[in-house]
Nanobody, 116 residues
Framework: QVQLVESGGGLVQPGESLRLSCRAS????????MSWYRQAPGKERELVVG????????NYAESVKGRFTISRDNAKNTVYLQMNSLKPEDTAVYYC?????????WGQGTQVTVSS
């Protein structure tokens, strides 16, 4: 059974950093492409960034380019999201996402709040 578990969210001030982690289990020997999404209050869920199976390809939303960095450690079955220079508009619940054998899998989400 596939499970995605996020961690690392919290409350930070503008300009500070956070690193989110998404630990995956149940993918057997597969290494599917993974993504981070976020959903702010009253808004639709949006794609933040995706990463290919080997980590060689990434796709960032314009709003986070140059500030966020995605990476993965396949030996640890973990995907990371390093978030620097955080802004109040980055406040949202962040979700890890993966597709496996045609099914969508989501983590439970981790809250990121950027406020002074």
């Amino acid at each position: 059974q596939v499970q995605l578990v996020e961690s690392g969210g919290g409350l930070v001030q503008p300009g500070e950093s956070l690193r989110l982690s998404c630990r995956a289990s149940g993918f057997a020997n597969s290494r599917p492409a993974m993504s981070w999404y976020r959903q702010a209050p009253g808004k639709e869920r949006e794609l933040v960034v995706g990463i290919g199976s080997t980590g060689g390809s990434t796709n960032y939303a314009e709003s986070v380019k140059g500030r966020f960095t995605i990476s993965r450690d396949n030996a640890k079955n973990t995907v990371y999201l390093q978030m620097n220079s955080l802004k109040p508009e980055d406040t949202a619940v962040y979700y890890c996402y993966g597709k496996y054998w045609g099914r969508d899998y989501w983590g439970q989400g981790t809250q990121v709040t950027v406020s002074s």
